[in-house]
Nanobody
Framework: QVQLVESGGGLVQAGGSLRLTCAAS????????VGWFRQAPGKEREFVAA????????QFADSVRNRFTISRDDAKNTVFLQMNNLKPEDTAVYYC???????????????????WGQGTRVTVSA
């Protein structure tokens, strides 16, 4: 079993930056593809970004492309979501998710992931 813990959320002004961290523990031998999702108040959870097991393939939602980047440090069992030029509409609880994947794929559907963290809250003020 893999346990995921997100951190790095907080309150930031519009235009600011945050870096979220997803730390994995337990059976992390992988290979794992990882995704970030978010859920704003009163809305459904939505895809934000994903990265393949080897880090070579990444994908982003249109709403965050060119503002967010995703990366991984497998030596530390960690995936990062760097969020720049934040907007009030980015306010949400952010979740990371993982699934076994030996292919060079990313996964944008939340139903495709087996392991989830508890989330970290991001609030962007206008």
């Amino acid at each position: 079993q893999v346990q995921l813990v997100e951190s790095g959320g907080g309150l930031v002004q519009a235009g600011g930056s945050l870096r979220l961290t997803c730390a994995a523990s337990g059976r992390t031998s992988g290979p794992y593809a990882v995704g970030w999702f978010r859920q704003a108040p009163g809305k459904e959870r939505e895809f934000v970004a994903a990265i393949s097991w080897n880090g070579r393939i990444t994908q982003f939602a249109d709403s965050v492309r060119n503002r967010f980047t995703i990366s991984r440090d497998d030596a530390k069992n960690t995936v990062f979501l760097q969020m720049n030029n934040l907007k009030p509409e980015d306010t949400a609880v952010y979740y990371c998710a993982a699934r076994m994947s030996s292919g060079g794929y990313y996964y944008a559907g939340d139903y495709e992931y087996d392991h989830w963290g508890q989330g970290t809250r991001v609030t962007v003020s206008a």
